[in-house]
């Protein structure tokens, strides 16, 4: 079977391995169909996320059709479409007892894409609590959306939503900031969607919810939008990784910060600013306790339009080509913008 490796910074091959079988009663082994690139995979591959383990296959964010399972699986079959969930933990240790698995102090090992083998390839072995069967009426590449809502729904669930938050914000419009956007609006939050990039406003308009707006600038929507230069942030989404010290100032009081990138950014903050006009800064990584189940409910409800959100299909062969519509130009060894407009890119490794 094929399967693409993380060998070092701008160093992938795809090669082939031994195919995957199941050897334990609870093993399922699942032909992978869809994997989405996300912002974690390209920084293994640029090395500014350094996490991955060399020789491990990367990949997260997939979906399939079962193969083999083991003589106790119960809950999935052989020709079950299914999505799966990446992320396994152990119940047991302090953080997932204390419903923040998503921090599992065990989980080295079993990270997939990461530390365990994971889902550029033709085959995952994983185990029957971490697979989900996909209603008949849901695509497989709808359900590729899944891994990165969990993570969305993740942060949305450290949210104090309850609040009045009219000036609410989502900075960047990649796949990850129209999932905030439509997280938040089937919560009754609409936010201002800002975007710099002339392809990535372009790709996002279409696939927003009804009734959002999307600017090039903070200035221009408080121009246009709220006909006041001074429109204050009551919260802030960030998933650029790069707004603290900018939008730090000009939180409103009792404002919110949620960053959710993945970039190196150091940052100084006033912490009298902090405590005595009431702000919160918060950062959130993977999906939490039960919001996996949660996104592939809301998936296969149809209330959030998650095929829409996918903007190319590309063969695993072609994974150079997949990259560098993201801007990941491996063979320059160039990370910067998407280069054309993009949304979510999959990588197709066994069809529909």
């Known amino acids: 079977m094929r399967a693409l490796k993380y060998a070092d910074p701008w160093d992938l091959r795809l090669v082939e391995v031994e195919a995957l079988h199941a050897l334990g009663p609870h093993d399922v082994v699942v032909d992978i169909h869809y994997c989405g690139i996300c912002g974690t995979d390209l920084g293994i591959v640029s090395g500014s996320y350094p996490v991955a383990q060399q020789g491990v296959t990367i990949g ?15 809950n999935a079959k052989v020709g079950d479409r299914v999505v799966i969930n990446p992320t396994p933990f152990c119940g047991e240790c302090r953080m997932c007892e204390s419903r923040r698995t998503n921090h599992c102090t065990n989980k080295m090992g079993t990270e997939s894409g990461v530390s365990y083998d994971g889902a550029f390839a ?8 971490y697979v989900h069967v996909l209603p008949e009426d849901v695509s497989l590449k709808a359900a590729a959306l899944t891994e990165p809502l969990a993570c969305v729904l993740g942060g949305v669930r450290q949210l104090d939503l309850s609040l009045p938050s009219p000036y609410t914000f989502v900075f960047g419009a990649g796949p990850l900031g129209l ?3 439509w997280a938040l609006s089937l919560r009754g939050v609409l936010p201002i969607v800002i975007e710099r990039s002339e392809a990535r406003l372009r790709s996002a308009g279409p696939r927003l919810p009804k009734g959002a707006k999307i600017y090039r600038s903070l200035e221009e929507a408080r121009r246009s939008h709220f006909r006041n230069l001074e429109a204050p942030l009551d919260l802030v989404i960030d998933t650029t990784s790069g707004m603290l010290m900018e939008l730090y100032p ?11 990138g993945l970039k190196t950014q150091d940052a100084t903050i006033d912490a009298l600013q902090l405590a005595d006009r009431s702000l919160t800064i918060l950062g959130s990584i993977d999906s939490r306790d039960g919001s996996f189940s949660e996104a592939f409910n809301l998936i296969a409800s149809g209330l959030l339009p998650a095929e829409e959100l996918i903007s190319e299909v590309i063969s695993l ?4 080509r997949a990259f560098s519509t993201l801007g990941c130009d491996i063979r320059n060894q160039q990370l910067g913008p998407a280069p054309d407009a993009s949304c979510k890119v999959l990588l197709s490794i066994g069809g529909e």
Do not use: P
């Open 179 to 181: 999932l905030y956007v």
């Open 60 to 74: 997260h964010e997939a979906t399939g059709i079962v193969a083999e399972v083991g003589e106790k699986v119960t």
């Open 250 to 260: 000009q939180l409103a009081c009792g404002g919110t910060f949620l960053s959710v």
């Open 317 to 320: 062969e072609d994974y150079e």
């Open 122 to 129: 033709d085959r995952f072995l994983t185990t029957e609590e």
